[in-house]
């Protein structure tokens, strides 16, 4: 895994495409002392007592704004996902996580990965929360952004919990939003690393691309039809790997989605997510769909690649993305990265856009 960092240079999507031109030779010639005379200094003077007694009472204007930091995340708060989207998409696609800030660590760790492929220019970091929001710009000026509105962070931590559903119940409503402006967009939560890039594998032309979350060994030759429903009556496609391309046709299937959990919501007894209403949404439109599986040898669930060994053995060479999945805990993702060699924050952090966070 090559740890050789091929970054443009960071752009700030705000910044004045012209720039005030150097001041001329014959300007920079003139003694200072005869720009800054004794009227000029008295009137500087009286101008900085004047904006010190009323800017706190009139709002201090952006030109003798002090704080970076405040005006960078009212700039920030006020950024479109439309001008993300024109920031960071490479030929119509981009790369798409959602984060609240406890998933930070993770974030970086997906993006170091990212990074070794030399793909990090099309990642949109869709942001829960301000603070997150705030942190990735002020790191990697554009590559965040807030859609509204804004869900209590803290609730989400744990999976299967209420706030857990609210947040990723946003995932299709996000997706679509991205792909009504015409962008193809690839979704990956971050609890996941690159091996490979996985572009190449995208196939032909079809509408949605997904990978199974089973841990039954397919052929490498299996189908890549959508699988058959399983004891539940529904097939165990995972929802935290998916490419959809800006057609009809994608729209429909996150539209259904969005429908499903509705239909589903959460609820004491049943402590539901988004996966299994994206399922019952693919099986019930798959016939007007064109549906794509991904090789399982190359997008292997958690529970095939971190518990069968001889699987792995025999597949070397073939994994793509590797997905953390099947385990529950951020302290226990961690230590299971850490055991296979995948917490790259370790050793890495410096090739991360983020740094070392």
């Known amino acids: 895994m090559s740890s050789f960092l091929h970054q443009r240079s960071l752009q700030n999507p705000f ?69 993300a989207l024109s920031f960071v998409a490479r030929n119509g696609s981009l790369i798409v996580c959602i984060v609240s800030q406890p998933y930070l660590p993770f974030l970086n760790n997906w993006l170091i990965s990212i990074t070794m492929q030399n793909r990090q220019d099309m990642v949109l970091v869709i942001a829960e929360d301000y603070a997150s929001l705030h942190r990735v710009n002020d790191l990697w000026p554009g590559h965040a952004v807030l859609i509204p509105p804004v869900l209590d962070a803290e609730a989400a931590h744990k999976f299967g919990s209420q706030g857990f559903f609210n947040f990723t119940a946003r995932r299709p409503s996000h997706l679509l939003k ?40 397919k052929p490498l030759n299996h189908s890549h039809d959508l699988p058959p429903p399983g004891k539940k009556g529904r097939p165990y ?10 057609t009809d046709a994608a729209k429909l299937v996150l539209k259904k989605w969005i429908e499903e959990l509705q239909i589903q919501p959460w609820s004491k007894t049943v402590k539901s997510n988004d996966q299994p209403a994206f399922n019952w949404a693919l099986m019930k439109i798959a ?22 060994k001889t699987w792995v053995k025999e597949t070397k ?24 060699g995948l917490w790259l924050v370790d050793d890495h952090a410096h090739e991360s856009p983020l740094g070392a966070l």
Not at 195 to 213: E, I, M, Q, R
Request: charged share 15%; aromatic share 14%.
């Open 178 to 217: 991205i792909l009504e402006l015409g962008y193809s967009v690839m979704y990956n939560d971050v609890d996941m690393v690159w091996l490979a890039d996985p572009f190449p594998y995208l196939l032909g032309n079809h509408d949605v691309y997904f990978t199974d979350d089973m841990t039954a060994i």
């Open 287 to 308: 016939k007007e769909v064109d549906l794509y599986l991904l090789p399982q040898a190359a997008f292997p669930t958690g529970g095939l690649y971190f518990k069968n």
């Open 15 to 83: 910044s004045n495409p012209f720039p005030i031109s150097a001041p001329s030779s014959a300007n920079s010639k003139r003694p200072f002392s005869s720009i800054l005379g004794p009227t000029t200094l008295l009137a500087l003077l009286s101008l900085v007592v004047i904006v010190g007694v009323f800017c706190p009472w009139v709002g201090m204007p952006q030109a003798f704004s002090f704080t970076s930091t405040s005006t960078s995340a009212s700039k920030w708060d006020h950024y479109t996902l439309q001008q």
């Open 237 to 246: 496609i995972c929802s935290c790997m998916i490419f959809l391309r800006p």
């Open 317 to 340: 060479g073939n994994h793509v993305i590797i997905h953390n999945n099947y385990i529950v805990g951020f302290e226990k993702k961690i230590k299971r990265f850490r055991d296979y």
